[in-house]
């Protein structure tokens, strides 16, 4: 195929985790993907071990979100919201705010926001929309409430626009992962604290990882195009819930 025939996926975030896993396994599925994020060296190492484009790309960021939707062009067919994170893991009575306002901006406004601009270009690709939700976004938990309160808008914002776009030929589509062990995650919302980081999954044999969703997201995107999974929640077999986690001692 060449990087005319082949249907275009963007996927945000992708310099690392789960949005670099989503690149390279669509990549194999034969889409060109248009790797966004604010890491520069990391997409484009990427974009050429997978033949794709690399972008810079903060979501938070008007401009840059204006930069993707010209690099991508007026076609779209595929949109995976994969950008986001979690900041800091303190209750509600001692919460950085300013914490909680980086989350909602990068979580919610930031999916609104590429989603918004590259709209037109869906309608035009008969495409889908892929949003990383996540399982805080179903089930509250203790410390998480800035990540549990963005990932529920997340939620809100996934049903809405498939309200929508109902006439529209565009699949709205959620996956709420839970325990993933992908690179950052946990070392991001920790500040950098590497035991805290490694005491999330402590005893936990077998969490998921970035390619286990990274194959769920091509999966969705490739179903026939009448199909849509409006919601997957994906855990590990040892997270019965949200507070029932196996650990081996």
Not at 224 to 236: A, C, F, K, S, Y
């Amino acid at each position: 195929m060449t990087s005319t025939t082949r249907p275009l996926a963007v996927v945000t975030g992708a310099s690392s985790g789960i949005g670099a896993a989503s690149a390279r396994h669509l990549a194999r599925e034969g889409f060109e993907v248009l790797c966004a994020a604010r890491r520069l060296d990391r997409i484009e190492a990427l974009a050429k071990e997978i033949d794709g484009r690399a972008v810079r790309c903060d979501v938070t960021s008007a401009d840059d979100v204006a930069a993707l939707t010209a690099a991508v062009g007026d076609r779209l067919d595929l949109l995976v919201n994969n950008a986001g994170g979690a900041f800091g893991f303190e209750p509600v009575a001692e919460a950085d705010l300013e914490a909680w306002r980086q989350m909602y901006e990068v979580n919610v406004i930031g999916v609104a926001a590429v989603t918004k601009s590259l709209l037109p270009a869906l309608v035009a690709g008969r495409g889908t929309i892929v949003v990383m939700g996540s399982t805080a976004g179903q089930v509250a938990y203790e410390g998480g409430g800035g990540y549990v309160a963005a990932k529920h808008a997340v939620k809100a914002v996934v049903d809405t626009l498939r309200l929508e776009l109902y006439d529209q030929p565009v699949r709205v589509c959620e996956i709420a992962p839970g325990m993933v062990r992908s690179e950052g995650f946990a070392l991001t919302r920790f500040d950098g604290d590497q035991e805290k980081a490694d005491a999330v999954y402590a005893g936990v044999a077998e969490p998921l990882t970035s390619d286990d969703i990274a194959d769920i997201v091509t999966w969705v995107a490739t179903r026939p195009p009448h199909v849509n999974i409006d919601r997957l929640t994906v855990r590990p077999r040892a997270q019965a819930a949200q507070h029932k986690v196996h650990r081996v001692q």
